[in-house]
């Protein structure tokens, strides 16, 4: 029993930790968006809309598990939690054409909205346990959203799937 009890809290510290990457001893943060990046160009290019909807809640609901569920044992908001930072910039990417410079462009576009937090991003903070842990980050993420589409909205650019670039 207690072999299955230390498996179940490494799990629980590998999803809170998103596989680890929020014990990086520099921006866990930036590490736990990266690795998502990476996990997002990898398995998400075949989503449609019914996939995206079924990703973004099941990761945002286990995100909202796994951090409430770390902040009883670390204390409130934890910087090694980076399963938010997940949620957050798959809420960025979602929907946009899939490639590498979505997930480039998202990765600093999101980055850049968790750590200013406009109005009234910081706010969601307060919110209870892992809930104001990731909703902050999904905010965010929203901000991100609406930024690269207005990009793409206001110069006619297009982020459209992998294609070779031509540098002629």
Known sequence: MELFTRGISALRTATATLLFSGYAPIAPGTAGTAVTAVLYYLFCSSLGTLGWIAVLT???????????????????????????????????????????MTAVIGFFVFRFFDIVKPAPVRKLEDLPGGWGVVFDDVGAGIYGQLFIRLGLLLTGASLAPDVGIDLH
């Open 58 to 100: 099941t990761v945002t609901l286990v995100a909202v598990a796994a951090a409430g569920s770390a902040e009883r044992q670390w204390g409130k908001d934890p910087g090694r939690v980076v399963i938010d930072e997940a949620a957050g910039y798959l809420v960025t990417v979602a929907f946009l054409p899939h490639g590498w």
